[in-house]
């Protein structure tokens, strides 16, 4: 098990997640969220392949619309 940091509060997770094994965890299909790795944005085409390492920061960003 590693640990990240989510949005500000501790989230573990499986040795060898991906990016897009966090965003199953937690329920996200990944659409309307952008995600950002240690300040580095992540696009959905590398989400599969970027393993979580213990210690990163992830925060993710979900679009809002608004009128």
Request: charged letters at 15%; zero cysteines; proline letters at 6%.
């Amino acid at each position: 098990m590693i640990t990240i940091e989510l949005n500000g509060q501790q989230q573990p997770l499986p040795t060898g997640s991906t990016v897009s094994d966090l965003l199953s965890t937690i329920g996200s299909d990944g659409k309307s969220v952008a995600v950002l790795v240690n300040q580095q944005i992540i696009r959905p085409e590398n989400r599969p392949t970027l393993m979580l390492q213990e210690g990163d920061q992830v925060e993710l960003l979900i679009f809002a619309g608004g009128g």
